[in-house]
């Protein structure tokens, strides 16, 4: 899945292929199909 990561402080986002995490028992993985980001 792609990624939107902060590496470093003050560094630049960068976007990545990261690989898709696997939930636990109690966890739940939610879909997002928009975000906005403020720097």
Same mark, same amino acid.
């Given at each position: 899945?792609?990624?939107?990561?902060?590496? @470093?402080?003050?560094?630049?986002?960068?976007?990545?292929?990261?690989?898709?995490?696997?939930?636990? @028992?109690? @966890? $739940?993985?939610?879909?997002?199909? $928009?975000?906005?980001?403020?720097?």
């Amino acid at each position: 899945m792609r990624a939107a990561l902060f590496t @470093d402080f003050k560094a630049p986002l960068t976007v990545r292929d990261v690989p898709v995490p696997r939930p636990g @028992d109690d @966890d $739940a993985i939610v879909a997002v199909r $928009a975000c906005g980001i403020c720097r």
